[in-house]
């Protein structure tokens, strides 16, 4: 198993960037294929963005494609979530989550406000 804690959410005004971190400890990161999801208000859990263990593929939902960017650091145990150009409907709890065939494990979540 695997705990993740994610870091560097906040209030930000539309148009402007946040990254978000989430450090991973517990198991062997580099094993785990690792997401990004999101809840916004009165939202169900939504989909943003996945890297594969290697970091070589990644996949973005359409809402967030071009303007978001997923990486990692299996050196430093690390998922990040580039933000960048955020709108209000941006505006949410955001989970990053280690996923390793059907099992996932889903950090405390942190959020995100987009003021307009």
């Known amino acids: 198993q695997v705990m993740l804690v994610e870091s560097g959410g906040g209030v930000v005004q539309t148009g402007g960037s946040l990254r978000l971190s989430c450090a991973a400890s517990?198991?062997?990161?580099?094993?785990?294929?690792m997401e990004w999801f999101r809840q916004a208000p009165g939202k169900d859990y939504e989909f943003a963005a996945r890297i594969s263990t290697s970091g070589e593929s990644t996949s973005y939902a359409s809402s967030v494609k071009g303007r978001f960017i997923i990486s990692r650091d299996n050196a430093k145990n690390t998922v990040y979530l580039q933000m960048n150009s955020l709108k209000p409907e941006d505006t949410a709890d955001y989970y990053c989550?280690?996923?390793?065939?059907?099992?996932?494990?889903w950090g405390q979540g942190i959020q995100v406000t987009v003021s307009s």
């Open positions: 989550v280690a996923r390793r065939g059907g099992n996932g494990y």
């Open positions: 517990g198991s062997a990161f580099s094993m785990y294929d």
